[in-house]
Nanobody, 119 residues
Framework: QVQLVESGGGLVQAGGSLRLSCACSERTFSTYAMGWFRQAPGKEREFLARISRSGGVTDYADSVKGRFTISRDNNKNTVYLQMNSLKPEDTAVYYC????????????WGQGTQVTVSS
């Protein structure tokens, strides 16, 4: 069973930065496309960013484009989300997810990490 563990969340002031990490238990990490999502209280889960298996292709939601950067280190089985210029509306629980090669959807999810941005 694939296990994903997020870390790096916390409390930050508006305009600040955080880097989230998501460690994967699988040695076959490089065979998974990865994504970051978030869910704020009372709202639906929102796609933020995704990265291809090799890391060569990335895609972002308009709400975070230019402020967030997704990256991965396949040697460390870890995907990252660098978040800059944070806004209070970025407050949410952030989740990473893995999509296997033959799957059309994300198969595995982490437990989430809380990010709170104060104004």
């Amino acid at each position: 069973q694939v296990q994903l563990v997020e870390s790096g969340g916390g409390l930050v002031q508006a305009g600040g930065s955080l880097r989230l990490s998501c460690a994967c238990s699988e040695r076959t990490f490089s065979t998974y496309a990865m994504g970051w999502f978030r869910q704020a209280p009372g709202k639906e889960r929102e796609f933020l960013a995704r990265i291809s298996r090799s890391g060569g292709v990335t895609d972002y939601a308009d709400s975070v484009k230019g402020r967030f950067t997704i990256s991965r280190d396949n040697n460390k089985n870890t995907v990252y989300l660098q978040m800059n210029s944070l806004k209070p509306e970025d407050t949410a629980v952030y989740y990473c997810a893995a999509r296997s090669f033959l799957s059309a959807t994300y198969d595995h999810w982490g437990q989430g990490t809380q990010v709170t941005v104060s104004s």
